[in-house]
Every structure is written in C-alpha cells, then in structure tokens.
C-alpha cells in the first residue's frame, strides 16, 4: 500500500493467499493467466513494503532492488500482461482483434518503459505518506496513452461482464488518485488495482469465468 510499510506488507499478504486461491480455481488454461492477477499484485505491494523498510532501515541495496521490481510491475509487466490475460479468454472475434491491437500498444510501451529502466535510474522517495517513484521518462503523454490503451482499453473491449467492471472501476480509481495523489500516483493507484483485483477472487469463487460472457457483446 502507499501508507505504510505495515499496510503494504498486510495488503500484500492477504492478496497473495487469495490469488493462491484463484488460480486454483481456474478451470482451463486460458483462464489461468487472469485468475494470477490478485497474486501477482499480491507479490507487488509485498515488494512495495520492502521498499518502505528500506527508508527505515537505512538500506539502500534493498531500496535499489525492491524499487526496481516494483517499477518493472507497474510499468512492464501490467501493460503487457492484462491485454494478454484478457484476449486469451476472448471468444468474439472482433473483440479479440480490438484486444490484441491494445497488445501491441502494450507491448510498445512496455519495452520503451523496460529501457527506461536502464536509461535513467529509476528513484524512490517518500513524500508526505506516499512512495513516489521517478524516472524521466515515465509520464510522458504518449507513454501515458499507450499504457492506459494497454491496461484499461483492452478490459473494456472484453465481452467478459466482470472484466468490463474491472476495466471501469480501474479507470474511475485511476482518476481519483491523478486527481488526489499526484505525485504518488503510479504507488496508489497500484494499490487501488490491487484492492480492485478481489473482484477477479469472488467471480470465480462464484461463477466460472467461461460462463459469464453477456450473449449481446457477441454480435
């Protein structure tokens, strides 16, 4: 989480038992890779609270290591890995194209973020009582447009009800954390992706996500 080094290494937890518990439930291969997504966000924020005792501890290899893997999730892996996850369970055809058109968007912003990792140190700081992550080529508009097309864009092209949800709630939080915490964005909006990845959990402890697509998307 964005608060504290105890908030984020309890957020992380609780998160990781319950992808645990996803990804057991998936029923086919297709599914599996969306039903990772509340444990991979699970090992994030457990990352995030090791970046948080770093400054505590006065430990700057940790620091070093444990911002970069947070950063390589939050601007390598997401871009690349939810249109992936998403298009894989993807059964319309039009939709799949529209999908894999936001893959390769995510594939492009995810390499140029993956070299901006080695262009220029990547920085964490704590302001106020956030993380804040910096590096000069993160929030260019361009990079900006192409990870949202990557990352919200492709849920929303889904005929998937749960992870059209997914993709509207993750926009509105996306907001509300550019709107209230600017500089800090990129640790809480993870953090609100995070939260928001318990939904992925109940659907399919509820229902099987191969059963939840919306006949009308179809056509």
């Given at each position: 989480?964005?608060?504290?080094?105890?908030?984020?290494?309890?957020?992380?937890?609780?998160?990781?038992?319950?992808?645990?518990?996803?990804?057991?439930?998936?029923?086919?291969?297709?599914?599996?890779?969306?039903?990772?997504?509340?444990?991979?966000?699970?090992?994030?924020?457990?990352?995030?609270?090791?970046?948080?005792?770093?400054?505590?501890?006065?430990?700057?290899?940790?620091?070093?290591?444990?911002?970069?893997?947070?950063?390589?999730?939050?601007?390598?892996?997401?871009?690349?890995?939810?249109?992936?996850?998403?298009?894989?369970?993807?059964?319309?055809?039009?939709?799949?194209?529209?999908?894999?058109?936001?893959?390769?968007?995510?594939?492009?912003v995810g390499?140029?973020?993956?070299?901006?990792?080695?262009?220029?140190?990547?920085?964490?700081e704590i302001?106020?009582?956030?993380?804040?992550?910096?590096?000069?080529?993160?929030?260019?508009?361009?990079?900006?447009?192409?990870?949202?097309?990557?990352?919200?864009?492709?849920?929303?092209?889904?005929?998937?009800?749960?992870?059209?949800?997914?993709?509207?709630?993750?926009?509105?939080?996306?907001?509300?954390?550019?709107?209230?915490?600017?500089?800090?964005?990129?640790?809480?909006?993870?953090?609100?992706?995070?939260?928001?990845?318990?939904?992925?959990?109940?659907?399919?402890?509820?229902?099987?996500?191969?059963?939840?697509?919306?006949?009308?998307?179809k056509l």
């Amino acid at each position: 989480m964005c608060f504290s080094a105890t908030a984020s290494l309890v957020a992380g937890g609780a998160l990781s038992a319950v992808g645990v518990v996803t990804t057991a439930k998936a029923k086919t291969k297709k599914e599996l890779p969306f039903a990772m997504v509340p444990l991979l966000f699970g090992i994030q924020q457990l990352t995030e609270g090791f970046v948080w005792l770093s400054f505590s501890w006065n430990a700057a290899t940790l620091n070093l290591i444990t911002t970069y893997i947070f950063s390589l999730f939050a601007f390598v892996v997401w871009p690349v890995y939810v249109p992936f996850a998403v298009g894989l369970m993807e059964t319309v055809p039009w939709r799949k194209k529209a999908i894999y058109a936001c893959q390769i968007a995510g594939l492009a912003v995810g390499a140029y973020l993956l070299y901006s990792h080695t262009a220029s140190l990547v920085i964490s700081e704590i302001i106020g009582r956030h993380v804040v992550y910096s590096n000069s080529h993160f929030y260019q508009f361009a990079v900006m447009v192409l990870y949202f097309a990557a990352t919200i864009v492709s849920c929303l092209f889904s005929s998937k009800r749960i992870i059209r949800v997914f993709g509207v709630c993750a926009f509105l939080l996306a907001m509300v954390a550019a709107w209230f915490y600017t500089q800090a964005f990129v640790s809480v909006w993870c953090f609100f992706a995070a939260v928001l990845s318990f939904i992925v959990f109940w659907h399919f402890r509820s229902n099987p996500i191969t059963e939840r697509v919306d006949p009308k998307l179809k056509l």
